[in-house]
């Protein structure tokens, strides 16, 4: 059995949307739990669209603890963690099942379901760029990066533990340090997709990346020079650039910009909680610098 984990606030629409595609594979072989934050409200509409649905109420906390509060009522042989703004495309399960004996830590390709909105398409410029540069497997391509979906079996979870509570973000890229440094694999599959409808504002991006700012400062602290395991990314932002531009899609600056001011001035704040003047100041100097080398990139807005 296959058990979704789906942590929410808020977002009835696009639950509603993620519950429905799950309902469209017919497979009776799955159970949706879904983790509702601060009592979030879901109606008896939404909850009735699969007929195993059980809903966890937990308050406060960040998505590491709602995935870990859904975690420990799934009864699934094998954990799907989505989104609440992904849809499955049609065959997922079907798919999943042929694939999960060779590998049980599985994580699909995204679709890009808004394309012409600058900050989606960066996204799936570094995603694209990404996955270009990773090694060819049987199954797919073996990345070191888990996303918004993913699927891992269970046991896999309980021996290597489960999210870290105290990361406010990155507790994906956390925990696939975790399965690293247990000798897992993640393999990103073509035969498993999904499309991913992320926030497609300049403010909530910064805010997004705000985000992520404080769980990179989290990370770093709690890693060091361990977390030199995953390697360093192989994506910068002329090569997001020069991918963008190959494909005629513009904006992409703007997007850099803002993803970037926001996730500075996340690491700004930490380093300002703990008194890192040092840090503050070089971090500062880059919030500054940064934005000017990405606009005097390329030819392209």
């Known amino acids: 059995m296959f058990s979704f984990v789906i942590p929410t606030k808020d977002r009835p629409e696009s639950l509603k949307r993620a519950l429905e595609s799950i309902e469209r594979q017919h497979e009776d072989c799955i159970e949706e739990v879904i983790i509702a934050n601060n009592g979030g409200r879901i109606s008896t509409e939404i909850v009735n669209i699969c007929p195993n ?29 989505i989104d609440d703004d992904c849809e499955l495309c049609d065959g997922f399960i079907k798919n999943a099942k042929l694939l999960v004996g060779r590998n049980p830590i599985l994580e699909p390709e995204f679709l890009n379901p808004s394309p012409g909105n600058c900050y989606m398409d960066a996204w799936f410029m570094f995603y694209k760029a990404y996955l270009a540069s990773c090694k060819k497997v049987k199954d797919g391509k073996e990345v070191e990066i888990l996303g918004n979906c ?60 705000f985000n992520y700012g404080i ?52 690491i700004i704040y930490m380093n300002i909680r703990h008194s890192n003047l040092r840090n503050i100041l070089n971090e500062s100097a880059n919030l500054i610098k940064h934005p000017f080398k990405i606009a005097m990139m390329g030819a392209i807005n």
């Open 53 to 81: 649905t059980k809903i966890i109420k937990v308050k406060g906390g960040w998505a590491a603890g709602s995935r870990n509060a859904g975690i420990r009522v799934a009864k699934g042989r094998y954990i799907i963690f």
């Open 150 to 209: 993913y699927i891992i079996r269970m046991d896999i979870l309980r021996k290597t533990g489960f999210f870290d509570e105290s990361m406010r973000a990155l507790e994906d890229k956390d925990y696939a340090l975790m399965l690293k440094i247990k000798s897992h694999k993640i393999i990103s599959s073509g035969k498993l997709k999904i499309r991913h409808y992320s926030r497609i504002s300049a403010f909530s991006v910064f805010g997004q990346f």
């Open 215 to 266: 769980g990179d400062y989290q990370f770093s602290l709690k890693w060091g020079n361990k977390a030199d395991i995953l390697g360093k990314s192989k994506v910068t932002d002329e090569g997001i650039i020069s991918y963008a531009k190959k494909h005629h899609v513009n904006g992409i600056k703007k997007a850099l910009i803002v993803r970037h001011t926001g996730w500075k001035v996340g």
